[in-house]
């Protein structure tokens, strides 16, 4: 019979049979791909069979290579709940988590949840990973990360939910824009015709469309933003309006243009702030107490009040 000699060939191979690419997966497991390389092909021998196929454009898995596939992430993730179990047992709070949160809520929510969420847990380390909402769940899904901080509405069947708090659109524009001369500001036809989108893959633009109740819009004639700062400069620059997240227009996002950002009126858009996990995990303890500090942090009196104000940013950056 034979045996597996390190818990650490499965993660390399787990690594390339994901990233399906040698320099990124030794990246992912923070080793050399000589190393990488090496422990793939121990554990090739040790199995008496070839799990992955490449030459110098294409990696791909053998036919037993994607049977493997499944268990080694099984193995993986029992090695793993065993980590976490014993950490809990040893003291709660304490060890790792790994943590996924997607680019349009990273910059406005971490710095105010990390430094109260360190200072309330110290023993507990957190490992961050931005990323958009789908690569976030597939890692969730394969034990590379234990939670992710996600907007909904998305597709989430099969995990575990814990909905945060609501981010109501707000509409930013330049300050002589005419969507701004009524006292109500909704979202018509005619402002959806300019609104301006990110580019495909970021769930903020299945949100704007879901506001406009649009499959699609025109925009700027098909050009599209990489990112919430890309989109603003965008929109400084004349090209068209954007809704953006309020916490992105209280987090500073707006400081030093000469935008404003207006919210909508009643019924508001919006998108719901939530932190998954696998339905498995051995860290609820640490994904209740997460929560609760984002919670406490983003509650209803700071983020989803309704002001009826207008934000007009200065020319400093904060």
Not at 155 to 171: A, H, I, M, R, S
Request: with cysteine; charged share 20%.
């Amino acid at each position: 019979m034979t045996t597996i000699s390190s818990l650490k060939q499965l993660r390399y191979f787990v690594a390339i049979a994901t990233e399906l690419n040698f320099t990124r997966a030794a990246e992912v497991c923070f080793v050399g791909q000589s190393t990488l390389s090496a422990g793939l092909k121990e554990l090739e021998d040790s199995l008496g069979v070839r799990l992955v196929e490449r030459d110098r454009q294409h990696v791909s898995l053998t036919p037993i290579g994607e049977a493997v596939l499944d268990r080694a992430k099984s193995i993986l993730a029992g090695a793993d709940d065993l980590v976490y179990w014993i950490a809990a047992a040893s003291g709660p709070m304490v060890g790792s988590i790994k943590l996924g949160i997607i680019p349009t809520i990273a910059p406005f929510l971490l710095p105010k949840v990390l430094p109260v969420f360190r200072s309330q847990f110290p023993a507990l380390q957190i490992g961050l990973r931005e990323d958009l909402t789908h690569e976030l769940i597939r890692r969730v899904l394969d034990h590379q990360l234990d939670f992710a901080v996600i907007a909904l509405p998305y597709q989430t069947d099969g995990l575990l939910v814990k909905p945060l708090f609501n981010d109501e659109f707000w509409l930013a524009a330049r300050a002589d824009d005419p969507a701004f001369k009524g006292k109500d500001l909704h979202l018509s036809a005619k402002l959806a015709d300019r609104l301006l989108l990110l580019e495909e893959g970021h769930c903020l633009r299945d949100h704007s469309l879901q506001a406009c109740k649009r499959a699609e819009i025109a925009g700027a004639e098909g050009i599209e933003a990489t990112s919430l700062l890309t989109l603003v400069q965008m929109v400084e620059s004349g090209m068209g309006i954007a809704l953006l997240p309020e916490m992105a227009v209280k987090g500073g996002l707006l400081n030093g243009t000469t935008l404003v950002a207006r919210p909508l009126s009643a019924p508001v858009p919006k998108r719901g702030i939530a932190l998954i996990a696998r339905t498995s995990t051995a860290r609820i303890d640490a994904f209740m107490a997460l929560a609760g500090v984002i919670q406490d942090q983003f509650s209803a009196p700071a983020i989803t009040r309704r002001t009826g104000r207008t934000v007009r940013t200065t020319t400093s950056s904060k």
